[in-house]
């Protein structure tokens, strides 16, 4: 089974700052990679989505990168605040979609 | 207001005990998926449907059954529960395929807890 392994599992970051959380995946072709932001007692929703032709998509304060030699790829958080603190998911989109094990990120005040 | 509902939200409940976990979406979705996930750990896929009659199981071996009578309904049921089954269970759905990316939305889930 294709798995997504990801880091670090646990982040804290100071108000302001960049966050950066790392995914790698397995030998897959065509998926879609996402990202997803779950907070305390809701499910999770999407957060940014890149396609495997793409190396860089940003929105807002949000950017993924994508490496598609080393099978990997990076979610940047610029500016970060104190409501950006969640546990985030990348996971990959094949037939199905695989999550990897999750960040909890805090960003301090 | 588009959206998907998890009904009960908590469930405290002993074991032996039959339960069904209700969820319902709106949005003329039709895949729907159900999600297992333990406290601060990654979501597992434990079934999921494409559509009306359609239900197939997921990665991860599960006691759970569901069944797909309406595109918008898509109920989860365990027949005995035990302690092993305490977990947060997740609805989702999404479009059918198109070649661009599908977004899972996601239910409020269902904190189940065998006692």
């Known amino acids: 089974q294709q798995q997504v392994k990801q880091s670090p599992q646990s982040l804290i970051v100071q108000k302001g700052g960049i966050s950066i959380i790392n995914c790698a995946y397995e030998?897959?072709?065509?998926?879609?990679f996402p990202w997803y932001q779950q907070f305390p007692g809701k499910g999770p929703a999407l957060l940014i989505a890149i396609r495997p032709d793409v190396s860089e998509k940003k929105e807002g304060r949000f950017t993924i990168s994508f490496n598609k030699s080393a099978k990997q790829f990076s979610l940047h958080i610029m500016d970060s605040q104190p409501g950006d603190s969640a546990t985030y998911f990348c996971a990959d989109q094949g037939g199905k979609l695989i999550f990897g094990q999750g960040t909890e990120l805090s960003v301090k005040p | 207001e588009a959206d998907i509902y998890q009904t009960p939200r908590y469930l405290v409940i002993g074991t032996g005990k039959k339960i069904t976990l209700e969820c319902s979406q709106t949005?003329?979705?039709?895949?729907m998926y159900w999600y297992q996930q333990d406290p601060g750990m990654e979501l597992h896929l434990i079934h999921y449907?494409?559509?009306?009659?359609?239900?197939e199981k997921g990665d991860l071996s599960s006691e759970s059954t569901v069944s797909r009578i309406r595109t918008e309904h898509f109920p989860l049921t365990l027949e005995s529960a035990r302690p092993s089954h305490t977990s947060q269970y997740l609805c989702?759905?999404?479009?059918?395929?198109?070649?661009?990316?599908?977004?899972?939305?996601f239910g409020p889930g269902t904190r189940l807890t065998v006692l």
């Open positions: 449907s494409y559509g009306v009659n359609s239900t």
């Open positions: 989702a759905s999404s479009e059918l395929g198109g070649g661009s990316y599908n977004e899972q939305f």
């Open positions: 949005m003329g979705h039709d895949k």
């Open positions: 030998n897959t072709a065509f998926d879609y």
